[in-house]
């Protein structure tokens, strides 16, 4: 399956922007999928997931109550809601897919997902 991120750019502090990850060559209802970002000079960290088997969602301590995953299997997409952004969320945004039957605790590792997109960059200035 492959993996296409959209929707990054520039936001002043405080605004939202709205990430979109579409699939094709695959069925995304197959996998798991997570957000990852990547700021610079750090590692990547787990952003947020949403579950294939009972679309339950996990989030990172530090998005919580801000971001919201979503997922439209229909059209093949997942989506990443960013409201109340703040400067260090500044980072270049990753979707990925995994296998259907990670545990919960499984969606914080990378290297559990088989499946990459490329990037979309947000900027949040202050």
């Known amino acids: 399956v492959q993996l296409q991120a959209s929707g990054g750019g520039l936001v002043q502090a405080g605004g939202s922007l709205a990430l979109s990850c579409a699939a094709s060559?695959?069925?995304?209802?197959?996998?798991?999928v997570g957000w990852f970002r990547q700021a610079p000079g750090k590692e990547r960290e787990f952003v947020a997931a949403i579950r294939r088997i009972d679309l339950k969602t996990i989030y990172a301590r530090s998005v919580k109550g801000r971001f919201a995953i979503s997922r439209d299997d229909a059209k093949n997409t997942v989506f990443l809601q960013m409201n109340s952004l703040k400067p260090e969320d500044t980072a270049v945004y990753y979707c990925a897919a995994g296998p259907p039957g990670m545990n919960s605790g499984s969606y914080y590792s990378a290297s559990m997902y088989g499946y990459w997109g490329q990037g979309t960059l947000v900027t949040v200035s202050s």
């Open positions: 060559g695959g069925t995304f209802s197959s996998y798991g």
